[in-house]
């Protein structure tokens, strides 16, 4: 039997949603073993002179605990 738990993770990119994401498993696969999902639960940009400048994901990374 395995056991996952779920940790939540606000990363961001000036380059778009897909970089936002991908920074933020990589950055969590440096503590984080057996990386099994991620769930992007919420998308926010901040925005300056009308042009997006900045992409935030909330994740929710699952990964399988150690026996």
Request: with cysteine; net charge neutral.
């Amino acid at each position: 039997m395995s056991i996952a738990k779920v940790t939540e993770v606000i990363s961001s990119s000036t380059v778009g949603i897909e970089d936002a994401v991908k920074q933020g498993v990589a950055r969590a696969s440096k503590t984080l073993n057996n990386i099994s999902g991620v769930w992007v639960s919420d998308i926010k940009c901040t925005v300056n002179d009308n042009a997006i400048t900045e992409w935030r994901c909330t994740l929710k990374i699952t990964f399988v605990l150690n026996d």
